[in-house]
């Protein structure tokens, strides 16, 4: 049941108020950005509760006094910093998070590098169904056969914003998982390897077969055998939008983390309905996902909805992150019972344990 969004508890000039700042947006996160990569947060905390002065914050980060006045000025609109007493500069809240907090920072990296120039495309994508902004990072069909070509900082922006969250969810969910007495796992969308590394380091008799893109299996592989860990895992290179494409069988469970998630709902059904030839009849099927509905807090929920206009004008054109209402139906259009729904996983994720129906 959704907690948020169902009442209007602003007066008129607050409403007002919100409607510039989303006039505005653009800018505010561009200043936002050059205020913490240009070291002005981090003088003005140095500097403590007391502020410190225009001229003194222009002596410490080498910018012009021009540049450094507007940025500030922009931040005081934004509540990133305050104006004292002593008429100089200290840095709130606010402004503390954009500097420090990890979730906002990689927010911010992900946003900036993948997503920013890519956005200003939306309205074509939204017409078209196709990532029309994807040719702002380079010319692939979707944005995950280019990942292992981007450029090294939108190389590392992208993984550690895909990495961060089942970073955290991962060492809770992986025992859960094998309370099932699973001993054979297919890995689909393994991205890097970090499930499978998990896995095989989980239990001494797990296996676990990592099914992706080439590309994608390659990063991976090379990861897993840094780890020492290629006795325990191998790769099967398979692209899941080929509706021809054989899935391999003799699994115990296939395993999808943030994978579903990049594709559209008639995708996510196919894609569920052949995991059927992976597994035996009372075999399972365990996703992970983060939905924005089942979220404890708002500003959770909030961030899952912004990331799928990452996936509509970027990444493919035509998945999100869904509304779990939405993809369970998914989940019963191909033929399985959800056994079990398990929310509050680190910081936003689901599993769902699944069974074909019988």
Not at 125 to 141: D, H, Q, R, V
Not at 159 to 170: G, K, M, N, R, W
């Amino acid at each position: 049941m959704i907690k948020f969004y169902k009442k209007d508890q602003q007066t008129a000039i607050e409403a007002k108020h919100l409607a510039q700042i989303i006039a505005h947006g653009p800018i505010l996160f561009q200043v936002a950005r050059v205020l913490r990569d240009k070291g002005i947060l981090q003088v003005l905390e140095d500097a403590r509760s007391g502020g410190i002065s225009l001229p003194e914050i222009v002596e410490k980060v080498s910018l012009s006094e021009y540049g450094v006045r507007v940025l500030l000025e922009a931040g005081l609109g934004m509540h990133l910093v305050k104006y004292t007493d002593e008429e100089t500069f200290a840095i709130t809240k606010t402004g503390y998070f954009i500097l420090h907090d990890p979730l906002t920072n990689v927010n911010m990296n992900f946003v900036q590098d993948i997503c920013y120039k890519g956005v200003f495309h939306l309205q074509e994508a939204i017409e078209t169904g196709k990532p029309t902004g994807l040719k702002e990072l380079g010319n692939w069909p979707t944005v995950y056969h280019g990942l292992k070509d981007l450029p090294p900082q939108q190389k590392k922006s992208w993984f550690e914003y895909d990495h961060f969250f089942s970073d955290i969810a991962f060492p809770e969910v992986v025992k859960q998982i094998y309370n099932e007495n699973i001993k054979t796992l297919l890995d689909i969308g393994g991205n890097t390897g970090k499930w499978a590394s998990a896995s095989a380091t989980h239990g001494d008799d797990v296996r676990v077969t990592i099914m992706d893109l080439p590309g994608q299996t390659e990063m991976a592989e090379k990861r897993i055998k840094e780890l020492g860990l290629s006795d325990k895992v191998s790769y099967y290179p398979c692209n899941v939008l080929d509706n021809n494409a054989v899935f391999p069988t003799g699994f115990d469970a296939v395993w999808m983390s943030q994978f579903l998630d990049c594709f559209s709902e008639t995708e996510i059904v196919s894609i569920l309905e052949r995991c059927k030839q992976s597994i035996n009849d009372d075999g399972w099927v365990l996703i992970l996902e983060a939905f924005w509905d089942t979220q404890r807090f708002e500003t959770s929920a909030f961030c899952i909805q912004q990331l799928s206009i990452y996936f509509t004008a970027i990444a493919n054109g035509n998945s999100q992150m869904y509304d779990s209402r939405v993809f369970k139906k998914c989940i019963d259009r191909a033929g399985y019972d959800i056994i079990e729904q398990i929310d509050g996983i680190g910081l936003s994720h689901t599993l769902l344990k699944c069974k074909k129906r019988k």
